[in-house]
């Protein structure tokens, strides 16, 4: 079955450490998504890639870097400039053109110890 | 700009009773709605979405949600609440039919239910 994949579930950085988060769906979708949800927040955009070798910034880009050299991958990196990284992110993708809405991964808890 | 309002941020119905989970929208343009599930450290789920057409629109679970248009609503209702109905819910606007892909959230309602 097709569907859109998250790794590791849970993930532990340290002070001043980059992580990096996987995504990838084997949908055929073109659009991949990356938003970061806190408590009492919702979600809120990080990154946004409609085609691939081409992204934009969402609402809270700082801090953050991603790469979409492949349809099928989105990775999201965190780099030691995000201040206060521990949320849960989820990665989602849909396909362009169309009213089908998003498909989301089951996300990735993020914790700085 | 588009915007999304989910009134209250928590809900308590009992078992068997009706589940109402408001939703109010901002959209220059007519919107494409939709409303997600979450279950504790999961992904989101639609359960239903509005794009053109009927504005009764019936979901996964027993859930359905109604467009009006003259109210910029979209309440999500369920007639009898069940204990698996626990969960986050998400309402999201956007206008995609216009070549914009992005949804925007609003910030969840979480539903409890009372046994």
């Known amino acids: 079955d097709g569907g859109i994949t998250q790794s590791p579930k849970y993930l532990f950085r340290k002070e001043g450490q980059n992580v990096t988060l996987s995504c990838e769906q084997n949908?055929?979708?073109?659009?991949m998504y990356w938003y970061r949800q806190d408590p009492g927040q919702g979600l809120r955009l990080i990154y946004y890639?409609?085609?691939?070798?081409?992204?934009q910034k969402g609402d809270i880009a700082e801090g953050y870097s991603v790469s979409r050299e492949k349809k099928e991958s989105f990775p999201l990196t965190v780099t030691s400039a995000q201040k206060n990284p521990t949320a849960f992110y989820l990665c989602?993708?849909?396909?362009?053109?169309?009213?089908?809405?998003?498909?989301f991964g089951s996300g990735t808890r993020l914790t700085v110890v | 700009a588009q915007s999304v309002t989910q009134l209250g941020s928590h809900v308590s119905v009992s078992e068997g009773a009706l589940v109402l989970l408001r939703c109010n929208y901002s959209?220059?343009?007519?919107?494409?709605l939709f409303w997600y599930v979450q279950y504790p450290n999961q992904g989101l789920q639609l359960l239903l979405k509005?794009?053109?057409?009927?504005?009764l629109v019936k979901g996964i679970n027993g859930f359905e949600a109604e467009f009006k248009k003259s109210e910029t609503s979209f309440h999500l209702t369920k007639p009898s609440a069940h204990m698996s109905d626990a969960a986050e819910y998400f309402c999201?606007?956007?206008?995609?039919?216009?070549?914009?892909?992005?949804?925007?959230f609003g910030t969840g309602t979480r539903l409890t239910i009372i046994p």
């Open positions: 989602a993708s849909k396909k362009t053109g169309t009213g089908a809405g998003y498909t």
């Open positions: 959209s220059s343009v007519p919107p494409y």
């Open positions: 999201a606007v956007s206008d995609l039919g216009f070549g914009n892909e992005k949804l925007t």
């Open positions: 890639s409609q085609i691939v070798n081409d992204f």
């Open positions: 949908l055929n979708h073109d659009a």
């Open positions: 509005y794009t053109t057409g009927a504005t």
